[in-house]
């Protein structure tokens, strides 16, 4: 199938560790972005990056990094794990010369 | 600085009945307007959206969508609603960076009575 996929599904892990969740597209789209959405459904984006540009928002804490080895691919890594980071996160992606974006399943993490 | 509001974080409707969603827009440019559905425990999935072309956009499901530039809105409506369309509903606008990044309205639950 032709999509974006999210690994895992769901994420329980305690305070302080570092984990990582990854996002592959198989849709050949040039751009990738991380979202999370929060406990009230509010959706913000963390990140966008396509092989020219990484683009963070500045409200994201830099315990948050994305890593792209490939075009295809763009994981999130985070370290120190806090309460509040318990969120789902998103990924997306979208072809170059359009603003259309399609969306992962989704990643919930909840932190203890 | 653009941004979207959603009128109504909740919206309860009879099985059969008009669904109407709203939402307005800032943008001091001409905006790309999406409109998204998530199901419960879901990801999201475009229904649909505007890319400066017909200002009617129809889109999955039987949703469509009117770009209004004068009331700066983009409402989404369905003439009948069916049980399978109780879903949250995110209103999003295209930020003006080269990468695109969606900016979301905080989203109307829709619920329907049978």
């Known amino acids: 199938d032709t999509a974006v996929s999210q690994t895992p599904k769901y994420l329980v892990t305690q305070m302080g560790n570092d984990k990582s969740i990854k996002c592959e597209q198989n849709?050949?789209?040039?751009?990738m972005y991380w979202y999370k959405q929060d406990s009230k459904k509010f959706l913000k984006i963390m990140f966008s990056y396509n092989n020219k540009e990484l683009i963070i928002n500045e409200t994201v804490p830099n315990r948050f990094s994305p890593k792209s080895p490939d075009k295809a691919h763009l994981n999130l890594h985070i370290n120190s794990l806090e309460l509040g980071d318990s969120a789902v996160y998103f990924c997306a992606s979208s072809p170059s010369g359009t603003k259309t974006q399609y969306f992962g399943p989704g990643t919930r993490l909840l932190v203890l | 600085a653009q941004s979207v509001t959603q009128l109504g974080s909740h919206v309860s409707v009879s099985e059969g009945a008009l669904v109407l969603l709203r939402c307005n827009y800032s943008?001091?440019?001409?905006?790309?307007l999406f409109w998204y559905v998530q199901y419960p425990n879901q990801g999201l999935q475009l229904l649909l959206k505007y890319t400066s072309a017909a200002t009617l956009v129809k889109g999955i499901n039987g949703f469509e969508a009117e770009f209004k530039k004068s009331e700066t809105s983009f409402h989404l409506t369905k003439p009948s609603a069916h049980m399978s369309d109780a879903a949250e509903y995110f209103c999003a606008v295209s930020d003006q960076g080269s990468q695109g990044n969606l900016i979301f309205g905080k989203g109307t639950k829709l619920s329907v009575k049978p």
């Open positions: 849709l050949g789209h040039d751009t």
């Open positions: 943008s001091s440019v001409p905006p790309y």
